[in-house]
């Protein structure tokens, strides 16, 4: 199985910073892509941004900018460093990874993790 791990979440002024981080553990073949999803109370889940093996990244036009996303493949982690946050930013913020299992490398399967807290209040 595989568990993904979240930290960094926290509570910060508008204009803060945070970085999360994001670990995957378990067996697995490999790791295509990871990202991140946010979803706030009452609103859809939406993307925030995802970085493949290969470092090709993809961000959300309301990010773009103030958030970066990086990724070190040999401790299968990725992290989101965040700059100016704004109250909207506030949200649930969850891992995803694309995991191949190592029993059947044809196929992938999504993992997330269980999300953390990010609030930003003055």
């Known amino acids: 199985q595989v568990q993904l791990v979240e930290s960094g979440g926290g509570v910060v002024q508008p204009g803060g910073s945070l970085t999360l981080s994001c670990a995957a553990s378990?067996?697995?073949?490999?790791?295509?892509?990871m990202g991140w999803y946010r979803q706030a109370p009452g609103k859809q889940r939406e993307l925030v941004a995802t970085?493949?093996?290969?470092?090709?990244?993809n961000y959300a036009d309301s990010v773009k900018g103030h958030f970066t996303i990086s990724r070190d493949n040999a401790k299968n982690t990725v992290y989101l460093h965040t700059n100016s946050l704004k109250p909207e930013d506030a949200a649930v913020y969850y891992c995803?990874?694309?995991?191949?299992?190592?029993?059947?490398?044809?196929?992938?399967?999504?993992?997330w993790g269980q999300g953390t807290q990010v609030t930003v209040s003055s």
């Open positions: 970085v493949t093996s290969a470092g090709s990244t």
């Open positions: 995803y990874a694309e995991v191949v299992p190592a029993w059947y490398r044809p196929t992938s399967y999504d993992y």
């Open positions: 378990g067996s697995f073949f490999s790791i295509n892509a």
